[in-house]
């Protein structure tokens, strides 16, 4: 749809009383059969989807707000709002809405559902218009002004029409002349008489009557009047704070008053809402929802205009990224850049990215990383690196991969971050958490992007581990030097749970990285060692951390944990936890029973040969005896397996006493693996390769044929003669053996009927090959030769 008078969009009033943006679309008015009547729709402009369908009801409160805004309520808390992208739009619709409820389009406001009582209580006040009749505005007649304005609060018909007669008769400007007569008087009486007119009317919820109170000329006797409560023995200050306390900055001089006006405007509002009003009641909570969306609509156009002035962004930005900038002047540029992200937030969701964008091609992250030694910079910094990673994390990981790698660290972006976490003075941790958060975004590889030329996540992660990981586990390794806790305060404790839970998540979704990492700092250990604080929390994630490496079943962190007998402070917790039905003991009965059930075999023969003694004891759970059931029951596996390979005592020729004396087990293959367990971590892949040399190849003599025209598929390359092959030298009985000769060799192999040309080939090492006769396929063994050890 191309009309672009009807596009508007779509907001709801939420219980936190904000605005949520649901949608934009184009509105019209149309007879809807379901709902019996003339009704607005809504329909998406992405997709056609219905976002709203709302039936103009007679009785339906209708109000309209700054030439472009619609606002109304479904129900009692359930308020709607439509924003206009043309003020032609709006006034379409207005005129459409008030033809169905009878009104004069000219009016901003329709009017009230009346219930029955509503209406007996209304007709028993005389009236001789339809307005209320407001008495003379004068000194005398204050309070009998405030009577009538508090009276009317409780009756909705009775507020649209002491709106109406405010309105109409210009009596907000005549009341707030009367105050500054009565300032001048010093008449407490009348000042708070105009307390609790002006309180009223403010709860009247009237956006034409904030219009009039808001303006340049009037909002500063309306803060006056609010300082004179009753309740107070001393009028409060708020005007002496507004103009000589709080000072406008113009970071860059803004040319367009009416861009200044509004910011000036909505500040005070502002203020007047979250300092001078008081808290409202259960019965008051909606009587101030039109001040909300007041302050919110001004947000969204102040954002709106900045963005649109070039010249103001570029001169900022400029300034910002100029080292010769004063450390004053830049902690006000910051300032200013951080509630610009804030109020971006008022802006719905298409609009808010093309924010954002502007900002990234104007150079918003390369200007953060100037002035960071300073901390009132820092920690703005910090809050717009937070706005920035919700909105694109790809866009700041391409950023701070891309930063100058110096010697010291602490310059990077991320590292600033990390330390503002480390550094939270908040007893409670709020900003860490926060922080927190952000860093787990930033190295979530669900959200890193694969391109054709690279790999966002191979890259960063590489990054970060090599520049970041170090800072970030820097307060556990410190606290855990001495395999004891240095530290064992509450907020220390909060900080290092924090720092695992962000371990925790490495270890699941980060795999080699984190896995190196862990090895070459022996981080498991020092996490253990939090198994002794005093701080149940603590020890739970220090066990949780254990309980995602075993959780991978990964053969390399079991052969670490068996190696530093890292189940040894899981059990002494246990042990020392006694009889206590707790989470901690939950936690690691449940940790030892996955183990059982996953069927963890070098896990548990470490656990039951070194634990068993000290955990026999515990009869509560199933969980130990059947480890130790386990563990028995791989004992007879393996024994029935050597018997089941064990041979007849018979002469051996000579061939065949080679091959088992090469190696007695080699079809179990558990000599090599248990020589893997017991060499170092470090080196134990290199040992391996070496054990392989000595191993037999077990080969298909006919497969060797077709192979030999292929060498390049050979792991080892081989020289057979027909003979050989055929049998020979005793190769038709299956199960014998040939040893191949250590040097190269020059053989004739005979396939079938003819003779082949000679081949000449050399040999690396002398391994053992055991020649089989293949009757089932012609060449199938070409995966096995490829695979090198049977």
Not at 247 to 274: A, C, G, N
Not at 339 to 353: K, V
Request: charged fraction near 25%.
């Amino acid at each position: 749809m191309s009309d672009t008078r009807r596009r508007v969009k779509v907001y709801t009033l939420n219980e936190d009383r904000q605005w949520d943006d649901r949608g934009t679309g184009h509105v019209s008015s149309t007879f809807v059969e379901r709902l019996k009547g003339i009704s607005l729709l809504v329909r998406a402009e992405s997709d056609g989807s219905l976002l709203l369908e709302s039936k103009i009801s007679p009785n339906t409160a209708y109000q309209k707000q700054q030439d472009t805004l619609i606002v109304w309520s479904e129900a009692d808390n359930y308020d709607l709002a439509l924003s206009f992208q043309e003020k032609a739009g709006c006034d379409e619709i207005w005129e459409k809405i008030c033809q169905v409820q009878g009104k004069d389009p000219a009016v901003d406001i329709t009017q009230d559902p009346i219930d029955e009582s509503e209406e007996e209580r209304f007709e028993e006040i005389p009236e001789t218009s339809h307005l209320v009749e407001l008495p003379p505005c004068e000194l005398s007649r204050l309070e009998e002004i405030a009577d009538l304005v508090t009276s009317v609060l409780s009756s909705p018909i009775r507020r649209e029409k002491l709106a109406l007669a405010l309105m109409s008769e210009g009596y907000i400007k005549k009341l707030l002349g009367l105050f500054r007569v009565c300032e001048d008087l010093d008449n407490r009486e009348g000042l708070h008489h105009l307390y609790e007119i002006v309180r009223g009317v403010l709860f009247l919820n009237k956006a034409a009557l904030f219009e009039v109170m808001f303006s340049d000329d009037c909002i500063m006797d309306v803060v006056g009047c609010l300082e004179y409560d009753p309740a107070l023995v001393q009028p409060k200050r708020h005007r002496e704070f507004l103009t000589k306390t709080a000072k406008f900055k113009e970071v860059i001089p803004i040319t367009d008053s009416e861009l200044r006006q509004k910011i000036h405007q909505t500040y005070r509002v502002q203020y007047i809402q979250d300092i001078i009003l008081p808290t409202p009641s259960v019965f008051e909570e909606n009587f101030l929802s039109t001040l909300t969306s007041f302050i919110f609509f001004n947000k969204v156009e102040i954002v709106s205009m900045l963005q649109e002035d070039e010249k103001f962004l570029t001169e900022v930005f400029a300034q910002l990224t100029d080292e010769a900038t004063e450390d004053s002047k830049r902690r006000e540029l910051v300032n200013f850049v951080k509630e610009f992200c804030a109020f971006s937030q008022t802006l719905q969701p298409q609009n808010r990215d093309a924010f954002f964008k502007t900002l990234a091609n104007l150079g918003i992250l390369p200007a953060l990383e100037i002035g960071m030694d300073d901390l009132q910079v820092r920690a703005a910094a910090t809050d717009i690196f937070s706005y920035l990673v919700e909105f694109s994390p790809s866009m700041v990981r391409e950023f701070v991969m891309q930063e100058p790698q110096q010697t010291d660290d602490d310059v990077l972006l991320i590292n600033v971050v990390i330390k503002q976490m480390i550094c939270d003075s908040d007893p409670e941790l709020g900003g860490a958490v926060q922080l927190m958060g952000l860093l787990r975004t930033l190295i979530d590889p669900e959200n890193m992007l694969a391109s054709t030329n690279k790999t966002e996540k191979t890259e960063f992660l590489s990054f970060f581990y090599k520049y970041c990981m170090h800072v970030l586990t820097a307060p556990l390794l410190a606290n855990t030097a001495h395999d004891k806790t240095s530290k064992d305060n509450f907020q220390t404790a909060q900080l290092l749970a924090l720092i695992l839970e962000l371990l925790t998540f490495c270890v699941e979704h980060h795999t080699y990285h984190i896995k190196t990492y862990i090895m070459n700092k022996d981080l498991l250990r020092r996490v253990l060692v939090l198994m002794n604080s005093k701080h149940t929390f603590l020890a739970l994630c220090a066990l949780r951390f254990m309980r995602r490496i075993i959780g991978l079943k990964d053969e390399y962190y079991n052969r670490y944990i068996i190696k530093g007998n890292l189940f040894e402070p899981v059990i002494n917790a246990l042990l020392d936890n006694g009889t206590r039905y707790n989470l901690l003991n939950s936690a690691i009965i449940e940790l030892f029973e996955f183990i059982k059930v996953e069927d963890i075999k070098s896990l548990i023969a470490h656990i039951v040969d070194n634990f068993y003694k000290a955990l026999e004891s515990i009869e509560y759970v199933q969980t130990f005896k059947g480890l130790k059931g386990r563990y028995e029951q791989e004992k007879d596996r393996q024994s029935q397996r050597l018997n089941r390979y064990r041979r007849d005592a018979r002469s051996l020729d000579e061939d065949e006493e080679l091959w088992f004396n090469d190696d007695d087990d080699d079809d179990d293959g558990e000599t090599v693996e248990k020589s893997r367990m017991e060499d170092d971590f470090s080196d134990s892949y290199g040992k391996y390769m070496e054990a392989k040399k000595g191993r037999k190849l077990l080969v298909c003599a006919q497969c060797v044929l077709f192979c030999l025209e292929q060498p390049s598929m050979l792991m080892f390359t081989l020289s057979f003669t027909a003979g050989a092959a055929n049998g020979a030298n005793g190769a038709n009985n299956n199960g014998k053996s040939a040893v191949i000769p250590p040097a190269s060799a020059a053989v004739s192999v005979n396939n079938s009927s003819s003779t082949s040309s000679v081949k000449t080939v050399a040999l690396p090492a002398t391994p053992v090959v055991k020649v089989i006769k293949c009757s089932t396929h012609p060449h199938p063994c070409l995966s096995t030769l490829n695979m090198g050890v049977y």
